[in-house]
Nanobody, 128 residues
């Protein structure tokens, strides 16, 4: 199983980025997907910031990104996206996608506890 994030980079405050997570080696539509982030160079834990159910019937966002980030998925391409708009310096982090097997169509992972697979992360830096 592989989850490969891409799309990270450096951007000024107020800018936008779109992250992608390409998934292989599993039956994609049986997994809910979450995006987590961890501030670089800290001991802070990974925080779940957005997640999406198996068929895009449910999405959920952390308060810190609600209204600025949008998660979506394309089951035909085995890919999940995270559109990030109006980026702030506090959004600087390594962003990870994670897959969790889900029985229901609406469940999506906002915590690490049930995650089955992780990507290696992509760095997003927001700075002027």
């Amino acid at each position: 199983v592989q989850l490969v994030e891409s799309g990270g980079g450096s951007v000024q405050p107020g800018g936008s980025l779109r992250l992608s997570c390409q998934v292989s080696g599993l039956t994609f539509n049986k997994y809910a997907i979450g995006w987590f982030r961890q501030a670089p160079g800290t001991d802070r834990d990974r925080d779940g910031i957005a997640c999406i159910g198996r068929y895009e019937l449910n999405t959920n966002y952390a308060d810190s990104v609600n209204g600025r980030f949008t998660i979506s998925r394309d089951n035909a391409l085995n890919t999940v996206y995270l559109q990030m708009d109006n980026l702030k310096p506090d959004d600087t982090a390594v962003y990870y996608c994670a897959a969790e097997a889900a029985v229901g169509y609406e469940y999506c992972p906002r915590t690490k506890s049930g995650v089955d697979y992780w990507g290696k992360g992509t760095l997003v830096t927001v700075s002027s």
